[in-house]
């Protein structure tokens, strides 16, 4: 029986050789690609211990991988000792074990330009915080609401979040005071932003932002509808306009900053979230793109890789595309995974990022060592990132 199981599991790993052997598409030597991975401290341990966060960044720069987007702001904390968070919520950096005591940016930084790898700082929850945080404790006033008043949002079925009312001016302070202090104080390559930088669109009845629409709609109270298109347009223009501001205010600070933008396909992000990147891309507000097209097969990926707003993007940004490596209850193959990067590829986008890293290894059907085995064969050389300057 012992021979019998030696044998069928050489016979099942000839099988993945020849297969993972299909998979291969290599860029030319000289081509610059985006290749990048979003590192969190969600359903992932990667950020919990330093020696965790050194070992992952010493496995992607031997699996070529180029640029790090690692989270800074999370379940109502920073993950690096923020005075502008402690003067706000009491808290200088997130209390979990593990990451208390640590300056994870820093970490991150260090040990990725060694290795000669971007380090773009990504704003997870963005104006998103969970409903018991003390952020939302300390300023109710800042939450927005649904019509009927209610302000709890479930992310997934269990999580309950608030959300900071992205037109309130003391938010805007708030956040923009935090990005700032990331890029003064760090010597970052980027900041990253997602559809978090919005709120869902079934929110935004509160009493100031009512009473601002009222102000500048001849005494008119918000349609009824959350989803009629010029209520839509309007409160989508306003996170417009502080998106322009920020942009400014950190170019001030920093010109080389990279400001990169990883929202959903343009129609949701939207609709949905009140998130008008196409209109952020043609001000000139974002300098690197990656879209996340979480989708479960090849047709819709390639549908919404064809949608018009992310084509003339491309046209003129660096635009990657965001992709699913694998969640916890959802494993994702490397046959969809590799269809999926032939695909930008073959449309000549600026490269691809992963959501994210643990998942690469761990949340698929195939061993972690078989994952790895894949991503040294498709980043089969060290190249540079697209970047607006190059």
């Known amino acids: ?45 990667v950020l919990f211990t330093a020696e965790n966060t ?82 939302a404790k300390r300023h109710p006033e800042w939450l927005t609401q649904r019509r009927d008043g209610s302000k709890i949002w479930l992310e ?11 037109l309130h001016p003391e938010v805007q302070t708030f956040i923009t005071d935090l990005i700032l202090e990331i890029v003064t104080e760090y010597d970052i390559d980027g ?50 306009n502080y998106m322009e501001t920020l942009f400014q205010e950190i170019k001030k600070v920093k010109n080389n900053v990279i400001i990169s933008v990883s929202p959903n396909p343009q129609e949701f992000s939207k609709d949905e979230f009140l998130m008008d990147w196409a209109k952020w891309e043609r001000k000139g507000l974002i300098e690197e793109l990656i879209v996340q097209i979480y989708r479960n097969n090849i047709e819709s990926f390639n549908r919404e890789l064809a949608q018009k707003d992310l084509q003339l993007a491309k046209n003129h940004i660096p635009s990657a595309i965001g992709i699913l490596a694998g969640l916890k209850g959802k494993k994702m193959d490397l046959n969809l995974i590799n269809k999926k990067i032939k695909s930008t590829r073959e449309q000549d986008f600026s490269g ?33 990132r697209l970047t607006i300057n190059n």
Not at 121 to 126: H, I, L, Q, V
Request: no cysteine; glycine share 4%; aromatic share 16%.
């Open 1 to 45: 029986m012992k021979i019998i199981r030696l044998f069928i599991l050489f016979f099942l790993t000839i099988i993945f050789v020849y297969n993972s052997s299909q998979f291969i598409h290599a860029q030319p030597l000289n081509k610059k690609e985006i290749r990048g991975v979003w590192l969190t401290n969600i359903d992932s341990d």
């Open 156 to 166: 997934g079925k269990t999580h309950e979040r608030v959300w900071l009312n992205p």
């Open 191 to 240: 900041i990253q932003v997602d559809d978090h930088f919005g709120y869902p669109s079934e929110l935004g009845y509160d009493p100031y932002t009512s009473a601002l629409y009222r102000k500048e709609h001849q005494g008119k109270l918000p349609p009824l509808d959350s989803k009629n298109p010029e209520w839509i347009q309007w409160r989508s223009d306003k996170i417009t």
């Open 352 to 384: 691809v990022s992963f959501f994210f890293y643990e998942s690469l290894w761990n949340f698929g059907p195939e061993t972690s060592q078989q994952r790895q085995n894949y991503f040294q064969e498709i980043f089969a050389q060290q190249v540079d």
């Open 54 to 135: 050194k070992k992952a960044i010493v496995n992607l720069h031997q699996l070529n991988f180029n640029s790090l987007y690692p989270t800074v702001w999370n379940w109502g904390y920073t993950l690096y000792p923020s005075q502008v968070a402690e003067k706000v919520t009491g808290i200088k950096i997130d209390p979990t074990e593990g990451l208390n005591s640590r300056d994870i940016l820093q970490e991150i930084i260090t040990e990725g330009h060694k290795k000669k790898m971007a380090v773009i700082p990504w704003f997870e929850f963005g104006f998103m915080a969970p409903a018991d945080a003390q952020l």
